[in-house]
């Protein structure tokens, strides 16, 4: 009993996956997918080239501009020292991303050797792995951050480290889970039928197959691993001011939620938004693939 | 699985192998439990002990609120009473000896003894975690009724619902909470205390983005099943849809759900931490801050250990439940 | 839907349209309920506090404000810094000033029924010398002989050299006399339920929630300062800990407390309009930049003036603190401290130019694109390490970012670095490689505390609180000789020569004050703010209808 099975394990061809090609299937390409997917692209212009679309600098004050509110000269307001509200979030875009994607990269590999080897490696190894899994649980991310920020101080690449480090366990035991599901399916054994060595079988068959199923939980790893860096920063293990990162953009407008709003609302609306576009184009990624294997 | 098939005794011989699954499943956890809770106080102890910093010296500044260099004259009564300049090994000895004696030490900071400390702020805590995964789950099972399988507006909806659910930051969720309906609807009160109407914003706090997390994997699960044949010919034979939804569908749809529900555990108690912050509640939260922020190793290894056994547990109960609540493990 | 299913959806939905309505009706009547001004005997005060400390007394600020309301000192401080009775009704001292000589008030017991007497008073500073207090060691251990009891009433305190500022010192809430035979528990009980014989006793102490204060009735120990001799006029002191500033101020405006300490700057302006709000300022350093003297760029005593021009302080922390703290232009003692010279506020106003011209002159070249001046292949570069959220809170990091960004307009680069508690208060960032400039402040009644910051730090005399590393012995010879006479005109002349050789020589450069304050709703009264630290006392405040 595969209690700790996740997602669905590989299963046959749906009845009504459409036939045909390419082509035929982005024809019912979704409208929820078109939106996000175009907002995930202005997400990465904003953080691979930010002064295109915001180019004054996120840094500079101007005390005499203080919690404006969004009005023509600053479409999203300023800040308590002036900072124009609108060039700290786009350029914040590119270290709140690379959090996300670094903590959830970081956290999948570990997860990835741990869970293969628990998955592969027979009875005790397995028994091995899932016991310290049980162990690691016992540290909450919170915890793990406290301390690689108390060791190695506050920055971006704390805050992956620590997260990543954090939410591994999790992903761990769902890895765990799907190649258990796959070594007990039918491609180990036809493809040793076949007279496959082991390490093609692995490449070509176990690990794909384990991870396809993750791919949507991937894509809601990077929204979360965001979600976690604000709440970081909320205990004081963000990165330092005056960086723009979202996390802590969401903490210092917290003081002024009664009286200047959008410094809170804002930045919290653009974490939802990228971890929606983030999910939303993950989950048809996911639907794409999994309609690729019939 | 045996069955008898003789009518009317069918029951009690299934559920007693039941109980020996269940019970067979139980206690090696439950050894490889203490194993792991050990494993997770040493690993604390390591942690605490590495980290950067003259322990004595922290002791000392907090209690002044400086935070200067210190003389060895001035370390040297904090260092007698908790023994920091003994090698490691001996240190961990101690540690050790005094966890295998029931003894989880006397606080560094409040030179209280650790149970007592955590005793105290336990059940806030708890109370909080376990309210909010409640609320978790009936909103995912609301929420994932309405909407999974309509029409195709109504599933979109839903679907971007939880999706925005899951991807909102805690403490902002919580601030947006405290400041619409304490401070300004005034229907809840702003310091939440350890009263009942006290608990039901921290609770929607935490409860909502893990309800957005756990109702896409119910979702999946639940259209998964819907899909089946064995829908469409319960269908066939009158059901309404209501019926299907409730008595077959959903029982398939929460093993997920439930799966989670062990993991949610600890991503609730970091979010307890931001959430009794927020709206004033006392709890493990506070204190597990306070001890990291001092060194407090005693306290520290105390909420760690605790959370290991909580997460023995609840897997264990998941475990359970899974066997309990699983269409498969009953004969069709 | 079927219509079962919309009949239970509207109950559902009038159900909770009904709860609303009820406890929205319930919602706890607030503050503006018009006062007449006639007193009402009993009742409870909650106050809302914001940090909570581990311990009822010690040597935290935190604290000697709880400690406060249980214990009382020898003395106590005005406004304006002159010296009244309290457990001491009169003062000699001897000619050399060696020898103080304090009567004690008669007919005082601790609230466990031991007699309060000269005794007791010798036990206490017995106890603290021992390492029972840390900040009353860092005043007195150089200066502490013996104290004696003469008899029941007359306390005899010798030192080793003058040490004028003794009184102020003694009124804070550090040095608050515990019963003897209190102190002979356990450090525990200590902590948590000190014994004293003030107008408060510790109740119940819900750890991360609130501590109770229950009325003494026996108090007739109350300062000659205080409103009213006699017992505190209210039941009970429910002092709840609220750290978050929203919550805090929310729980004001929704008449959950009535009142609270560290009025948000955000919420100053209104505050001010619907209660009655109190501002301390407190004495001793301000909120300052201590510049490391002996290692980095700041050795050169130029480059030090040079970050002083460069910052329009009052900019700065006017926009930082929403108008509520004043800015503070003197770096080594506050405005409220006595001995305070205000001409020393005026040395370094915001000039960038000269700033400039400082830097240039010192050999810092701007090089090229980079606006970060450079030296002999050297980047300007200093890195501040603070205590965000421990001794900086929120509005005092957006003033440290907006330093940063002048400081960087004359060509420094400023490294912010936001330090947890923990690697903080294990002195990590306190060596001289450690830092380049580091704030920081302590309150103090007097301007003595110059002696505490500026004593030298030398390998066989260690000063850990010399954070400039700065040793002049003129300096320091200067702040003892201030410390040593009683007259305080020429006390005021030598303090006033010490704060204008550090100000010339820029070791430290004053940022804001730091301020105490309090919200008071309308129905509650004579709640006010003791002067040597800003603790507030309760023992007059009283309801009224």
């Given amino acids: 009993m595969t209690a700790s099975t996740l997602v669905s394990a590989p299963r046959p061809t749906r009845p009504s996956a459409p036939i045909g090609s390419l082509r035929a299937r982005l024809r019912n390409f979704p409208l929820a997918a078109a939106v996000a997917a175009v907002v995930l692209v202005f997400v990465i212009v904003a953080a691979v080239w930010p002064d295109l679309l915001a180019p004054g600098s996120p840094f500079a004050i101007n005390l005499s501009a203080a919690l404006q509110p969004p009005s023509p000269a600053h479409i999203l307001g300023t800040d308590e020292s002036g900072r ?23 956290a999948f590999v570990v997860a990835l050797l741990l869970g293969v080897a628990a998955g592969l490696g027979g009875r005790v190894a397995d028994a091995i792995i899932s016991r310290a899994l049980d162990v690691f649980f016992a540290f909450p991310v919170l915890l793990v951050a406290l ?19 954090g939410t591994a366990p999790g992903y761990a035991r769902m890895i765990r889970g799907q190649v258990l599901a796959v070594r007990n399916s039918g491609y180990v054994e036809s493809g040793r039928a076949v007279g496959h060595r082991y390490g093609r079988i692995l490449r070509q068959h176990i690990v794909p197959n384990a991870l396809r199923p993750l791919v949507g939980v991937f894509t809601l790893g990077i929204g979360q691993s965001i979600v976690w860096a604000a709440g970081l920063a909320f205990l004081g293990l963000g990165v330092a001011p005056p960086s723009p990162e979202w996390g802590a953009l969401l903490d210092a407008g917290r003081a002024f939620i009664t009286t200047a709003w959008w410094l809170e609302v804002i930045p919290g609306i653009a974490i939802i938004v990228v971890a929606l576009s983030v999910t939303t184009v993950g989950r048809y990624a996911q639907q794409l693939l999994e309609g690729a294997t019939d | 699985m045996t069955t008898a098939t003789i009518d009317g005794l069918e029951r009690p011989e299934r559920s007693a192998t039941r109980v020996l699954f269940i019970v067979r499943r139980i206690v090696p956890r439950m050894l490889s439990g203490v194993l792991v809770l050990f494993a997770a106080a040493s690993l604390t102890f390591l942690a605490q002990a590495l980290l950067p910093g003259d322990r004595a010296t922290l002791l000392l500044n907090q209690q002044t609120g400086q935070t200067i260099q210190r003389t060895a004259q001035e370390l040297a009564p904090i260092n007698a009473e908790f023994g920091f300049n003994a090698p490691l090994i001996v240190q961990y000895g101690r540690f050790i000896g005094g966890l295998l004696t029931g003894n989880l030490g006397t606080s560094y900071q409040l030179h209280k003894p650790v149970a007592e400390i955590i005793g105290e702020q336990f059940m806030p805590t708890l109370t909080l975690t376990v309210t909010a995964l409640l609320l978790a789950w009936v909103l995912t099972i609301v929420w994932t009724l309405l909407t999974a399988r309509r029409r195709r507006l109504v599933s979109t909806v839903g679907t971007a619902a939880e999706t925005i659910a899951a991807g909102l930051p805690q403490y902002w969720l919580g601030v947006v909470l405290l400041v619409v309906f304490a401070i300004g609807l005034k229907w809840f009160p702003v310091i939440g205390g350890t009263s009942v109407i006290g608990l039901v914003l ?24 819907y899909d089946q044949p064995f829908v469409t010919s319960a269908r066939m034979r009158g059901m309404g849809d209501v019926q299907i939804r409730l008595r077959h569908v959903l029982r398939h749809a929460v093993l997920p759900g439930i799966t989670l529900s062990g993991w949610a555990l600890g991503s609730l108690f970091s979010g307890a931490v931001i959430a009794e912050s927020v709206f004033a509640r006392p709890g493990l939260g506070t204190v597990l801050l306070s001890a990291v922020n001092s060194r407090d190793l005693p306290v520290v290894t105390g909420i760690v250990i605790l959370i290991a056994l909580l997460y023995v547990v609840a897997n264990i109960i998941v475990d359970i439940a899974y066997v309990i609540v699983d269409p498969r493990l009953r004969t069709s | 839907m079927t219509r079962r299913r919309t009949q239970s959806v509207t109950a559902i ?7 609303a309505l009820l406890l929205t009706g319930c919602a706890a009547a607030g503050s503006s309920a018009s006062v007449t001004g006639k007193r009402v005997s009993g009742g409870t005060i909650v106050y809302g506090h914001e940090q909570e400390p581990p311990c009822v007394t010690g040597g935290w600020i935190q604290e000697a404000y709880l400690s406060r309301q249980v214990l009382d000192s020898l003395v106590s401080q005005t406004a304006k810094g002159t010296i009244v009775p309290w457990l001491a009704t009169g003062w000699t001292v001897s000619n050399d000033q060696k020898v103080w000589t304090f009567t004690l008030k008669k007919g005082v017991k601790f609230t466990d029924g031991t007699p309060f007497n000269a005794q007791a008073v010798v036990d206490n500073f017995t106890y603290w010398l021992a390492g029972g207090n840390g900040t009353v060691s860092a005043y007195l251990k150089d200066y502490y002989a013996s104290s004696v009891a003469r008899d029941d009433s007359t306390f005899q305190l010798t030192l080793t050299k003058p040490y004028s500022p003794l009184l102020s010192v003694l009124s804070q809430g550090y040095f608050g006399i515990q019963s003897p035979t209190a102190l002979k528990r356990s450090a525990a009980v200590n902590c948590e339920d000190p014994i004293g014989t003030g107008p408060f006793i510790v109740g119940k102490w819900a750890r991360g929630q609130s501590i109770t204060f229950t009325r003494n009735p026996d108090y007739n120990s109350a300062p000659a300062n205080a409103k009213h001799q006699g017992p505190a006029y209210v039941d009970t002191l429910v002092w709840k800990f609220l750290a978050d ?18 009025v948000p700057s955000v919420d100053w302006k209104a505050a001010k309009q619907s209660y009655s709000v109190q501002q301390y300022i407190t004495p001793g350093r301000p909120v300052t930049l201590s510049l490391n003297t002996v290692h980095g760029p700041f050795t050169d005593v130029n480059v030090r003036r040079a970050l002083a021009y460069s910052l329009d302080r009052k900019a700065i922390v006017k926009s930082a603190f929403n108008g509520s703290v004043p800015e503070e232009g003197n770096g080594s003692v506050s405005r409220s401290t006595p001995g305070y010279d205000a001409s020393v506020a005026n040395d370094y106003t915001y000039d960038p130019a000269k700033a400039k011209a400082l830097l240039s002159a010192a050999g810092w070249k701007a090089s090229g694109t980079s606006k970060v001046r450079e030296k002999d292949g050297q980047k300007l570069q200093i890195t501040i390490p603070y205590g965000l959220g421990s001794i900086i809170t929120p509005e005092g990091s957006t003033a440290l970012q907006n330093l940063q ?16 508690q923990s690697a903080f208060f294990s002195g990590k960032y306190s060596t001289p490689t450690a830092y380049d400039a580091s704030p920081g402040y302590w309150t103090s009644p007097t301007a003595g505390i110059l002696y505490i910051n500026y004593k030298q730090n030398l390998p066989d005399s260690p000063n850990g609180n010399n954070t400039t590393f700065y040793n002049n012995p003129t300096l320091e010879n200067l702040i003892i000789q201030a410390n040593s006479t009683l007259d305080t005109t020429q006390q005021d002349a030598l303090y006033a020569k010490a704060q204008q050789l550090i100000s010339d020589q820029a070791t430290a450069i004053g940022l804001y004050d730091q301020t105490t304050s309090l919200a008071v709703q309308a129905g509650l009264k004579d709640v006010w703010i003791e002067a040597s630290q800003g603790e507030p006392v309760f023992s007059d405040a009283y309801f009224v209808k």
């Avoid at chain 1, 301390?147 to 480090?165: D, K, N």
């Avoid at chain 2, 909502?208 to 639940?222: V, Y």
């Avoid at chain 3, 500033?245 to 560290?262: A, F, K, M």
């Fill in chain 3, 13 to 19: 939905l009038a159900t909770i349209a009904a709860g």
């Fill in chain 1, 147 to 165: 301390l690689v920020v108390a060791i190695y101080g506050p920055s971006v690449t704390t805050q992956i480290l620590a997260i990543g480090i």
């Fill in chain 3, 245 to 262: 500033p929203t919550t805090r101020y929310g729980s004001l405006t929704s008449g959950e407390t009535n009142v609270i300490y560290d």
């Fill in chain 3, 405 to 420: 960004q002048q400081a960087q307009a004359v060509g420094f680069s400023v490294k912010l670095v936001p330090v947890q």
């Fill in chain 1, 84 to 106: 124009d509200l609108y060039t700290r979030i786009i350029h914040g875009t590119g270290q709140s991303l690379l959090i996300g994607l670094g903590a959830t990269a970081v």
């Fill in chain 2, 202 to 225: 921290p609770a929607f706090t935490l409860a909502i983005p893990l309800a957005g997390f756990m109702g896409q994997a119910t979702r999946t699960e639940f259209e998964k099943q």
